[in-house]
């Protein structure tokens, strides 16, 4: 059983090898969540029809026929191709493969420490493993590869596999098994690790050694059995009180150095960091989560520009660590930039962008609902990228078709998040912050 004792802060690593790139994380979103662009630009999803086991000298005989979405990207100079002949591949040089955070995380006895990116939009633990082939692992310089033989207490789960895919045609997949997971202290026996036996070219150009899932397990890939996440596990540990069936987020970012905290950041499992919560001079406000599709999910029908109600009413919003920008509707992102002087929509970049020189006092304060509160997204992270031209890429864009918002680290670096999963809630207290370091993203 785990025990609350020795409980620390898991410090997460700012990626040393992220380049920021708006156009490309915004495309990498595409794909994750597959929704339908409504403002224009060089990407969009489109239908494709795929003949599997066909024959013949031409394999035109035989087979099934199925269409799927894919993302497609358009010739240049011309508009939606209406067929998928015309459509361009999106490959991985179109898109952010990596990671801007990462954590370490130890696996088996002796435990072999893997930098992991920590994904409440997915529900799969999984990692480069020594069943890669080796023409990968020749190449995964700076990688750290799970061994499973080296560990004592791994246990094979005979029949189960799992497999990540996107609209590109990206994946990733394998084996299962079992081992001793150490998160800040916390250890969990018996996790299931998803060993990674093929990835596509996307997967292998990030940084990190896998991926942490911190979704609910109902969206876990494993077949024929979908398995229990850490925090499904961690909670079922009886010395857990209820009080404590929960992890945080607190997210920060190279222009907070000169703050108190100095840009820390970190996570924390089984307890919640309470000098972040008297940092922030506030009680922490809870509003419930609806995790029916697998996700933090909560109300959030309003939104504000310079104190002017946005209505959004039966709106909800995704919290989600691994998106890097947050995605809004096309009226809320017109509001946005709208207060914004000299903003406009860049097709060619498919995003919203800015004045570089755009100072702190020129940019409106943003609050999106988390329930009944507002929360503010600090001036400094209204900018993500750098555009090009005096630009910056926005950090807040369109969510296309979507149904609901995905307030991920553009938002997620204002709050102390509690991801209360015991209570089935979700938490928040504003990050206070003494200046906005508006200083234009490195080229």
Known sequence: MASLKGLQKIKVTHNKNYKKSGTKSYVWLLNKWGFEPTKPGPYYQMQKVTQTGAHGSSHKFGGKAYSHRVLA???VGTDTPSDASQAGEVGAEDQQNDSMYLCPVQIGTPAQTVMLDFDTGSADLWVWSSELPSSIKSSSSGHTIFNPS???TFKTSTGSKWQISYGDNSSASGTVGTDN?????????????????RLSAQFQQSTGDGLLGLAFGRINTVTPKAVATP????????????????FTAYLGSWRDADEP????????FGYIDQNAVKASGQEIYYTPVDSSQGFWQFASTSATVNGKIVDQSGNTAIADTGTT????ADTTCEAIYGAIEGATYDQNQQGWVFPSNTTADNLPVVTFAVGDKQFIVQKEDLGF??????MVYGGIQSRGTLDFDILGDTFLKGIYAIFDQGNSRFGAVQRPETEQNVSAPPA
């Open 231 to 246: 925090v499904d596990n961690m909670i079922t540990e009886s010395e857990i009180p209820k009080d404590a069936e929960l």
């Open 325 to 328: 920008l947050a995605l809004v």
């Open 181 to 197: 997971v150490t998160l800040g202290g916390l250890t969990i026996k018996n996790q299931s690790i998803e060993l990674a036996q």
């Open 261 to 268: 905290d100095k840009g820390e950041s970190f996570y924390t």
């Open 385 to 390: 990228a750098d555009a090009g031209n005096g």
């Open 150 to 152: 080296k560990s004592s």
């Open 73 to 75: 990207k358009k010739p």
